[in-house]
């Protein structure tokens, strides 16, 4: 009898176990949905500026309207921290899940208000103010995504495979920049060049509106992380008990500044680099960067999972220490490099390095904070981290290539690897618990 009753009980545990494990999948699922989204429409407008670019500005030189829709597109960059305090604040005093639909409404909107907008010869100046107002609702919706995401993917991870569950996040990001890619790809296929400026790059922002739907209706029926205790808490959401907390938040900033910056020199900036500085054709770089990509985005739950055996102090030591001595070696080789196939090796090899940081980044920063700041501690130190390096690394490469000295944009990015290798020292030898 007694027997029987633990064999039922055992099969109890184990049917519970399983439910529980589903329901974890679909957080992980409906939290990070909702990422892609965010980030497959923020790309598409990069992909797409060079379509639109005369839709919206004056007719005149192509290199000023594109200079203008890149200016844009800085615009919703520096919205990234307004995000992050924002959100941040909902999250933490409304919840997380309000917080996350908010956002992908936010992103929704700008995405169709893009899709529908008249052109600058229908109705004059006001063209490039509405997309400007677009673009700024997409930064602000954008700058809160990641702290908010992270939190909560952080939160409803299971304990001990919380680095295999949070790598989703960049996963997803990952995701969404290369579903950006694919769909434009695809258009420049089935569309001509006309028809792509007359109104076919109106079709990727339609897309990421109706995919925003998909994502808020999956985040819909998440269940919320954040207790009553946590959301009614004196300091929730407040910059002063942010402030209670500013060594985790300068130690964040430290470590961001270097992994944003390696992320961005490797993803975004690299194409351009594969064309100007190594003087590939722009279709082989194309090409290159979406593989060596491909190829990222399924490293980072592998070595999210390595980081649940090894610890998160030691991915990030992994990370800042081949990075500070490899960016260097690997740019220069890259700029006289003339097979594709060692171009592709060696951007994948870097990438590699980054994933140390990336598969981990939003859970280290989360297991740092209370619960009571997490979602606002995570995404201000992120974003104001990311706007200023991440954000402004094409343009410094630009720049100091124009200047004469490219080589010391490389060192720029080795030596804010070293800043956060400092920092990484610092970080406690053992991985934190999460507290709800």
């Not at 593989?291 to 998160?312: E, H």
Request: aromatic content about 14%.
């Amino acid at each position: 009898m007694v027997e029987t009753t633990l064999v039922i009980d055992n099969k109890e545990n184990a049917d519970l176990a399983a439910q529980d494990k589903k329901k974890r999948i679909f957080a992980i699922v409906g939290a990070s949905s909702g990422n892609l989204v965010e980030w497959f429409d923020f790309y598409v407008y990069s992909f797409c500026s060079i379509y639109f670019a005369a839709s919206f500005f004056p007719a005149g030189n192509s290199t000023t309207q594109l200079l203008q829709t890149a200016g844009v597109f800085a615009a919703g960059f520096f919205m990234r921290p307004i995000g992050g305090w924002l959100f941040g604040y909902i999250a933490d005093r409304h919840g997380r899940k309000n917080s996350m639909l908010i956002s992908v409404c936010m992103m929704c909107a700008g995405s169709l208000a893009i899709a529908c907008l008249p052109t600058y010869e229908a109705i004059g100046s006001w063209a490039p103010a509405l997309l400007l107002i677009a673009r700024l609702f997409q930064g602000l919706s954008v700058g809160g995504e990641y702290g908010t995401s992270a939190t909560y993917m952080s939160e409803v991870a299971v304990k001990g495979k919380r680095g295999f569950y949070a790598s989703f996040q960049y996963v997803t990001l990952i995701g969404g920049q290369l579903l950006a890619l694919l769909v434009l790809v695809g258009l420049q296929q089935i569309l001509s060049t006309e028809e792509l400026k007359a109104w076919g790059w109106r079709i990727p922002f339609a897309l990421g509106a109706a995919l925003a739907v998909v994502a808020l209706f999956l985040r819909r029926s998440l269940n919320e992380t954040s207790n009553e205790k946590t959301r009614s808490h004196k300091d929730a959401g407040s910059l002063k008990g942010l402030w209670k907390n500013r060594k985790a938040f300068l130690m964040v900033l430290g470590f961001t500044a270097g992994g944003s910056l390696s992320f961005y020199t490797f993803t975004t900036y690299m194409q351009k680099y594969l064309v100007n500085t190594t003087g590939l054709d722009a279709k082989l770089a194309s090409v290159i960067m979406t593989a060596a990509l491909f190829i990222y985005m399924l490293l980072q739950p592998l070595i999210g999972a390595l980081s649940d055996k090894i610890g998160r102090r030691s991915s990030m030591l992994i990370f800042t220490s081949l990075a500070t001595l490899l960016t260097v070696p690997i740019l220069f080789t890259l700029k006289s490099v003339t097979s594709p196939y060692a171009a592709f090796g060696l951007i994948v090899l870097a990438l590699f390095i980054v994933s140390f940081y990336t598969s981990i980044s939003g859970l280290l920063k989360a297991e740092m904070f209370p619960a009571e700041v997490r979602a606002l501690g995570v995404g201000l130190s992120y974003a104001v981290a990311n706007a200023m390096f991440g954000g402004s690394a094409e343009y410094v490469a630009l720049s100091l290539k124009s200047f004469g000295v490219e080589h010391a944009f490389f060192w720029y990015v080795s030596a804010m690897c070293l800043l956060a290798l400092f920092v990484s020292l610092k970080l406690h030898r053992k991985d934190k618990e999460i507290e709800l």
